[in-house]
């Protein structure tokens, strides 16, 4: 579906900006598995509903969404170790997949000559992983957390990725699934498009998107009708 309100006009695609987690690769319940793991072996409680608040931020913010909420020490470094030991090892398990149709919209693009982008919280390690497990490493541009970037859903991430690429950030097509991902777009005066993962679609979502779809398979016809 797509929306009309008083944000970016609907104009041609000249390039599109990925988001990873959740909407390229189906990790977003992985990690926030690893999270829990990470957690429990430094003996801190922390409820799911805490984690979730950390999709789609920095490894920096959601230190800040962690503090909030534990009230004894907190050693970021060890956990963020943690969090990639329990990564590395799901990954080498063949537990990571990717989302379906995100290989064929990649060729399509490439077949079109639309240039595409990556806009990460994630840190970069994490990114070249995961892009190499599911076969997903063909992104000549990626702006990631490791970055001296501003978190989502401030737009640095994606109009960092859109310099990169030449492009003017109203002339890209932010994918994305997750609330601050959305919201990075629509700040950056970009078009977006929301493909719901761990957090369904909900009608305020409305507000910071042009479209809604449900898988990236939609998202040829999509480029096709813009």
């Not at 926030?32 to 922390?46: Q, R």
């Not at 595409?116 to 070249?128: D, E, K, N, T």
């Not at 932010?174 to 493909?195: H, K, T, Y």
Request: hydrophobic letters at 40%; charged letters at 20%; a negative charge.
């Amino acid at each position: 579906m797509s929306f009309i309100h008083g944000g970016v006009p609907v104009r041609p695609i000249r390039a599109v900006l990925f988001d990873m987690d959740g909407l390229l690769i189906d990790s977003e319940k992985l990690a926030l598995e690893c999270d829990h793991c990470a957690f429990e072996e430094m003996g801190i409680p922390m409820d799911y509903s805490v984690l979730l608040q950390t999709l789609g931020e920095t490894a920096a913010s959601s230190n800040r969404i962690f503090a909030a909420h534990i009230s004894g020490p907190f050693d970021p470094d060890h956990f963020w170790a943690l969090t990639r030991k329990y990564y590395a090892e799901k990954v080498r398990a063949g537990d990571l997949r990717a989302k379906p149709g995100a290989r064929e919209l990649l060729d399509s693009l490439e077949r079109h000559g639309i240039p595409f982008a990556l806009g990460s919280s994630s840190g970069m390690q994490r990114i070249s992983l995961s892009l190499q497990a599911c076969g997903l490493d063909r992104f000549p541009v990626i702006v990631c957390g490791d970055d001296p970037v501003r978190s989502k859903p401030a737009p640095d991430i994606f109009t960092l990725a859109a310099q990169r690429l030449g492009i003017k950030p109203e002339d890209c097509l932010v994918l994305e699934d997750s609330p601050s991902g959305i919201e990075a777009g629509f700040n950056g005066r970009m078009q977006v498009c929301m493909i719901p993962d761990l957090i369904p679609w909900r009608e305020s979502f409305a507000h910071f998107c042009h479209h809604a779809c449900t898988s990236l398979t939609d998202i040829p016809s999509l480029l096709d009708s813009i």
